[in-house]
């Protein structure tokens, strides 16, 4: 089990971005026990929609507020700062834990499925000495 934040969860259950990057590889990387390349992404984030909102239905009708999401960032000094006081405002918890679910994640070869959605003739791959 590990915790991630409310804007974690959310971020992946609406396919809106609330949190840095580096915290959606993190989540996203734990649901599925893998090391994730930026191109894989999509993938783990519709496997491992479904596992949270089985543990978490709740956050499901978040997807309907995302127009209150879009005014508060609208009226917000900063963007982040919008985001901030949206997430607030929903009266959910700020913390929630996750298992790992490496068992059910199909692990593949990243060049392979890069090379199988690009075409093998647009994926180059260099090795640093």
Same mark, same amino acid.
């Given at each position: 089990?590990?915790? %991630?934040?409310?804007?974690?969860?959310?971020?992946i259950?609406?396919g809106?971005?609330?949190c *840095?990057?580096?915290?959606? &590889?993190e989540?996203?990387?734990?649901?599925?026990?893998? =090391?994730l %390349?930026?191109?894989?992404?999509? $993938? #783990?984030?519709?496997? #491992? $929609?479904?596992?949270?909102?089985?543990?978490y !239905?709740?956050?499901?009708?978040?997807? =309907?507020?995302l *127009?209150?999401?879009q005014?508060?960032?609208? =009226? #917000?000094?900063t963007?982040?700062?919008?985001?901030k006081?949206?997430?607030?405002?929903?009266g959910?918890?700020?913390? &929630?834990t996750?298992? +790992?679910? /490496? *068992?059910?994640?199909?692990a593949m =070869? !990243?060049v #392979?499925e890069?090379?199988?959605?690009?075409?093998?003739?647009?994926?180059?791959v260099? +090795?640093a /000495?």
């Amino acid at each position: 089990m590990k915790e %991630f934040t409310l804007a974690q969860m959310l971020s992946i259950t609406t396919g809106t971005l609330l949190c *840095d990057i580096a915290e959606v &590889y993190e989540i996203l990387n734990h649901v599925t026990g893998d =090391n994730l %390349f930026t191109h894989v992404l999509p $993938r #783990a984030g519709k496997f #491992a $929609r479904p596992i949270i909102l089985a543990v978490y !239905p709740e956050l499901e009708a978040v997807s =309907n507020k995302l *127009d209150d999401l879009q005014d508060k960032i609208g =009226n #917000a000094t900063t963007p982040e700062s919008g985001v901030k006081l949206w997430l607030k405002s929903l009266g959910l918890p700020e913390e &929630y834990t996750l298992e +790992c679910h /490496k *068992d059910s994640w199909l692990a593949m =070869n !990243p060049v #392979a499925e890069l090379e199988s959605k690009v075409g093998k003739d647009k994926v180059i791959v260099t +090795c640093a /000495k």
